[in-house]
């Protein structure tokens, strides 16, 4: 019975066990499902967090951007009128600790009641292209929280013309025995590097003049990369070129890989010449890439399958009026952005303040005691500076500088930055990077690596562009044989009759009177008109003559006109299909016209002068004759390293060895690049009557294409930067 | 020194001046208005709105006085050059423009739009002077453009035209030399002595550098009826440059009489020995001295030149 009862017993409890591991099976089996059904409903309300959230950025953004471009009909205005809708919504503030500004006031239903944003802020910090707006958001769903931050800027259309060797609206001197190449290229000693340099680019947005003549009268120019052009390609008879035309002159580019577009090299590292040959459709009808020349080069993005060529010249310093002059409010963000973040820490600083003036004969040979110097080693300096570094001493530059009026620089330079120069820009010598030639280059012998940048509201001159070519030769059509000037002379007498039986004598020495360029046709003090213009106002009379002509068909346009001098007429060449001359080189040529008052009226002027003249003429001239002099007779070229930009004009002149003497021998070489609305080259080699000759030799340095930001505020864009994820406040 | 005297010359006058004066220019010419000025270096004059500023060392002298100036101001330089170029051609700005627009139109490449640039110009020329400005602006034309105004003058006035198609005969542009022989020996007016003058000048054009000025020379013998440039023509017909061949054996066709359907296999020299002693003064090209010669052999035309 017992034993009964005991098995009894046994079965009971091994019965209430089973049911213990079977309840508790069942217990475990429903928790850990009540747990997954949590954890993925938290999971659920999370990621419907994270979604209302991002809604609420895009809330915002619909409030900060969408809503301006509904206002503006559908298409972006430029950054004054972006800015004048953002002040309705946020204001502007400097002080980091400004409390946002609530985009919305209570808290919004969104992604059809999934959840709901529950705050919505911006911040907003200006600059000088722009403004850089930052977003937070906290959406919520079902009591779970995200947050998340996006940082977003609307700006000018960012530039990118500064990836190409030279940029410019019309190019025509620069093509004539002038060579473009890629820096690293010809530097380059590792035959195994062979065929992996990228080509380079050339562009002219407006017209190319390739010169058709013959021998030293052609082109003879290369281009180590692509050509892009728009408008018209002429040859100097005002002929347009075709393509098949352009192949057949002497105007030559070099065998690159279609594929990559890297140049092909021989075994010797020697670039291959080939004719250019236009780019051709795919049968989409989009441009092939890779080809060295492409002619009318598409205008829309879509279409530029070979990369972006600009449209225009945006100014480097925010034009917010369109008046097309650097303004106090325009350029004061430049100096503040400049200010403890930038500095010139060597070389000569000579700092010239508004309204005093220089009273140098020469470059100076130490800084000016009035704290310029100080200035401008944090950052930047109101009024006028000359620079000059040397080898001992260079200019030691570290980001971005500003100028707050014109600049003379010469010498050897250091670092890395660029200078932002509210007016014009004077290169009187050779700006070179103090180099290790051991070293690639832009590498200082103590490692540090050199990079210039020269941006200017103004115009940039590098050489002396006030003289003129030559005195009037008399009874001859030859106008300037035997009378050029002289520029290592500072006094010389030549005979300037034509006629073998009269002898007339005109003074053509550096420093002798009426070689400098009067602005107009004058009498001289030997008694004769002095007709002849300097290569300057040659150029400066074409590009007026093309503001007036886009100033007459647009009521609204502003013109910008340039002048030498203050004093000087503003002389437009109405010829511009005179192509034989490519320019007027007399003020007595019927097709120069002195523009009128009313003309001039709603334009903006340009003077080529230091302003107000705090810098004479003739302190500018003594100071390019003490440099001619300084180069020795077997011949130094001028030379400059760095990247130049204005959306004005950039000259660029120097004077041959045969017809002026000079100690330049008519070279120019730029390591760096160029880039301008209006440029101006005279840079005719040793003889301009040699068909074997160097004049331009221009080598792009690719480091140059991401120092300067300039952004057009005439078109704004909207971009997305940094966005984050808040983690939560865990107390 | 000579700046510091002037320097303290200017300085001293501003302290005598009032709310306007008289700048005078080293040039000659003067300006009226309120001076200011900037600094050392440069010297400002007001009129009104307008504002303009000068280089000290520009001025002769500051004259104080109660003249306020014209209302516009300009550059005297511009109203000087202004004022010279309508000296020169007689025009005002807006009929230069149009005559310039008019020109542009003769190359066109459209040949009625050339026409008519031609005729506009030719209409425009009887109602106002413009024969001067089309002579300024001959030499400073391109290739193809200033042959085609030569024309234009000539049609105007044949009379004044013709100094100008004469000193175009040693034009650097050939296409100038070779329209300018061209045009004047189709002057029918012209008497025995003229043609026989005419034709020596035309004559030198057998020998110019250019092909295109020989071929007109060769048309305008022809058109004179140039016995005595039988030779020089001869010569020509014997060139491996068709078209010149064909322009001297026309010509000879021509001067000679000479059916031009019986031309064919013609020996010009037999004709030429057969009626040598009835010519008087017969051009050999030997002894023709060219109308042009650059002065260095392929040297640039001066508007190439640096």
């Known amino acids: 019975m017992n034993e009964g009862k005991q098995q009894e017993g046994m079965a009971l409890v091994a019965v209430m066990f089973v049911v213990i591991v079977v309840l508790g099976a069942v217990a475990l089996t429903t928790l850990r499902g009540h747990s997954a059904s949590t954890f993925a409903e938290m999971t659920i309300n999370n990621l419907k967090a994270r979604e209302v959230c991002k809604a609420g950025i895009d809330l915002g953004v619909y409030e900060l951007w969408g809503k301006y471009v509904e206002e503006q009909g559908g298409t972006p205005g430029n950054l004054t009128s972006y800015l004048e809708y953002l002040d309705g919504v946020v204001a502007s503030s400097d002080d980091p600790n400004t409390s946002p500004t609530p985009l919305i006031t209570q808290p919004r239903e969104l992604n059809g009641g999934e959840g709901r944003v529950l705050a919505l802020t911006v911040t907003r910090a200006d600059d000088v292209s722009g403004t850089t707006l930052t977003i937070s958001a906290t959406g919520e769903s079902d009591l779970t929280e995200q947050s998340a931050t996006q940082q977003t800027r609307v700006a000018g259309v960012r530039f990118r013309g500064f990836e190409f060797c030279v940029l410019a609206n019309n190019i025509n001197c620069i093509l004539c025995h002038a060579t473009f190449h890629a820096q690293d290229l010809e530097e380059n000693m590792d035959a195994s590097l062979y065929g992996s340099y990228d080509r380079i680019k050339v562009g002219s947005l407006e017209s190319l003049l390739v010169r058709k003549g013959t021998n030293a009268f052609s082109a003879n120019s290369a281009v180590a990369g692509t050509v892009y052009t728009r408008g018209s390609v002429r040859n100097e008879n005002f002929q347009e070129y075709s393509a098949d035309g352009l192949a057949t002159s002497s105007f030559t580019g070099y065998e690159m890989d279609s594929a990559t577009g890297q140049l092909a090299q021989d075994g010797s590292g020697n670039m291959i010449s080939t004719p250019?040959?236009?780019?051709?459709?795919?049968?989409?009808?989009?441009?092939?890439?890779?080809?060295?020349?492409?002619?009318?080069?598409?205008?829309?993005?879509?279409?530029?399958?070979?990369?972006?060529?600009?449209?225009?010249?945006?100014?480097?310093?925010?034009?917010?009026?369109?008046?097309?002059?650097?303004?106090?409010?325009?350029?004061?963000?430049?100096?503040?952005?400049?200010?403890?973040?930038?500095?010139?820490?060597?070389?000569?600083?000579?700092?010239?303040?508004?309204?005093?003036?220089?009273?140098?004969?020469?470059?100076?040979?130490?800084?000016?005691?009035?704290?310029?110097?100080?200035?401008?080693?944090?950052?930047?300096?109101?009024?006028?500076?000359?620079?000059?570094?040397?080898?001992?001493?260079?200019?030691?530059?570290?980001?971005?500088?500003?100028i707050d009026g014109d600049l003379v620089i010469a010498g050897t330079v250091k670092g890395w930055g660029q200078i932002n120069v509210r007016n014009n820009v004077y290169i009187v010598g050779d700006v070179t990077y103090q180099n290790d030639t051991s070293?690639?280059?832009?590498?200082?012998?103590?490692?540090?690596?050199?990079?210039?940048?020269?941006?200017?509201?103004?115009?940039?001159?590098?050489?002396?562009?006030?003289?003129?070519?030559?005195?009037?030769?008399?009874?001859?059509?030859?106008?300037?044989?035997?009378?050029?000037?002289?520029?290592?002379?500072t006094h010389k007498t030549v005979n300037a009759s034509a006629w073998p039986w009269q002898q007339v004598y005109k003074d053509v020495g550096y420093f002798d009177d009426d070689v400098v360029d009067p602005g107009g046709s004058a009498t001289s003090s030997e008694g004769y008109m002095e007709h002849n213009m300097s290569f300057t106002a040659s150029e400066l009379s074409q590009f007026n003559f093309i503001e007036h002509e886009l100033a007459a068909a647009d009521a609204g346009y502003v013109p910008r006109y340039y002048q030498l001098r203050d004093s000087a007429p503003i002389y437009e060449y109405t010829g511009q299909d005179n192509e034989s001359t490519g320019h007027a080189l007399v003020y007595n040529n019927p097709y120069v016209e002195a523009l009128s008052s009313s003309d001039l009226a709603r334009g903006a002027i340009h003077s080529l002068n230091p302003a107000d003249n705090w810098l004479t003429e003739d302190q500018l001239r003594q100071i390019w004759y003490n440099d001619e002099m300084s180069r020795p007779d077997s011949g130094r070229p001028f030379e400059f390293h760095g990247l130049l930009y204005s959306n004005n004009a950039i000259f660029c002149i120097t004077r041959s060895k045969t017809t002026h003497n000079s100690n330049t021998r008519g070279q120019l070489i730029v390591r760096g690049g160029i880039v301008t609305a209006d440029l101006g080259v005279l840079v005719p080699g040793w003889d301009p009557n040699a068909m074997s000759r160097d004049g331009f030799q221009m080598y792009y340095d690719r480091r140059v294409a991401n120092m300067l930001r300039v952004e057009d505020p005439l078109e704004v864009e909207f971009t997305r930067h940094a966005f984050r994820w808040e983690l939560p406040d865990t107390g | 020194m000579r700046n510091a005297i002037l320097s303290a010359f200017v300085v001293l006058s501003f302290s005598l001046t009032g709310a306007a004066d008289t700048l005078f220019f080293k040039d000659g010419s003067s300006l009226e208005g309120k001076v200011q000025r900037v600094n050392e270096n440069t010297i400002a004059l007001v009129v009104g709105q307008g504002r303009m500023q000068f280089q000290t060392s520009e001025i002769e002298r500051i004259e104080e006085n109660d003249k306020q100036g014209d209302y516009q101001l300009v550059s005297p330089m511009a109203t000087r050059h202004d004022r010279a170029l309508k000296a020169r051609t007689g025009l005002t700005r807006e009929q230069r423009n149009l005559v310039r627009r008019h020109i542009s139109g003769l190359t066109s490449a459209s040949g009625a739009e050339r026409l008519e640039a031609r005729k506009a110009l030719i209409q425009l020329g009887e109602e106002v002077d413009i024969f001067p400005f089309l002579k300024e602006a001959a030499p400073f034309l391109p290739a193809d453009r200033s042959p085609e105004v030569l024309r234009v003058l000539w049609e105007l006035d044949p009379k004044r035209a013709k100094p100008v198609l004469m000193e175009m005969t040693t034009n650097a542009l050939s296409t100038n030399r070779a329209q300018a022989l061209e045009l004047m020996c189709t002057d029918e007016k012209a008497d025995e002595s003229a043609r026989t003058q005419l034709a020596q000048l035309v004559a030198r054009g057998m020998v110019d550098p250019s092909a295109d000025v020989r071929i007109a020379a060769a048309k305008g013998l022809g058109a004179l009826g140039a016995k005595g440039a039988t030779p020089a023509l001869i010569e020509g017909a014997r060139s491996s440059n068709p078209r010149l061949q064909g322009a001297c054996k026309e010509a000879l066709e021509k001067i000679w009489r000479i059916d031009p359907n019986l031309a064919e296999g013609m020996d010009w020299d037999t004709l030429w020995n057969d009626n040598k002693q009835i010519v008087r003064e017969p051009l050999q090209c030997d002894s023709l001295e060219p109308l042009y010669k650059p002065e260095v052999e392929g040297q640039a035309p001066y508007f190439l030149a640096r």
């Open chain 1, 276 to 402: 250019f040959v236009n780019g051709e459709n795919d049968p989409e009808g989009y441009l092939l890439p890779y080809a060295n020349l492409y002619m009318n080069y598409p205008t829309d993005d879509t279409f530029m399958t070979d990369g972006e060529l600009p449209l225009s010249f945006p100014a480097p310093f925010p034009d917010l009026n369109g008046d097309r002059t650097v303004n106090d409010d325009e350029f004061e963000p430049v100096m503040d952005t400049a200010y403890q973040n930038a500095s010139i820490s060597g070389g000569i600083v000579y700092g010239v303040p508004e309204g005093a003036t220089y009273d140098g004969v020469a470059l100076p040979s130490g800084s000016s005691s009035n704290g310029a110097a100080a200035s401008l080693a944090s950052g930047n300096y109101d009024g006028n500076v000359i620079l000059v570094g040397t080898e001992a001493n260079p200019i030691e530059i570290d980001g971005a500088v500003a």
């Open chain 1, 439 to 489: 070293e690639p280059f832009g590498t200082a012998p103590d490692g540090t690596e050199n990079g210039l940048a020269v941006a200017a509201g103004g115009s940039i001159m590098m050489g002396d562009y006030l003289t003129r070519r030559a005195k009037d030769k008399l009874y001859s059509y030859d106008i300037w044989s035997d009378c050029f000037v002289d520029v290592r002379q």
